[in-house]
């Protein structure tokens, strides 16, 4: 079962949406659908692809500081 949304979004998002979701293959209700379930639930670790559940939690024990300050000599 489905229920409509009524949105109000910038002409041109709407436009790039459009032609994002043509190429896809999908509709762009769908990315937004997929988009909203994404954002209101938090995955659980057994549902993340192995790659991305292996990441989660790698910064808690690192020197953000020090990376940071790496960054921006790097870049400054």
Do not use: C, N, W
């Amino acid at each position: 079962m489905t229920t409509k949304l009524t949105l109000s979004v910038d002409p041109a998002v709407v436009s790039r949406a459009k032609r994002f979701a043509k190429r896809q293959g999908v509709s762009v209700s769908s990315l937004v659908e997929a988009y909203l379930a994404s954002v209101s639930e938090e995955a659980r670790p057994s549902e993340l692809p192995p790659l991305v559940a292996s990441l989660r939690g790698i910064l808690e024990k690192a020197d953000t500081e020090a990376y940071r300050k790496h960054l921006v000599r790097k870049y400054l």
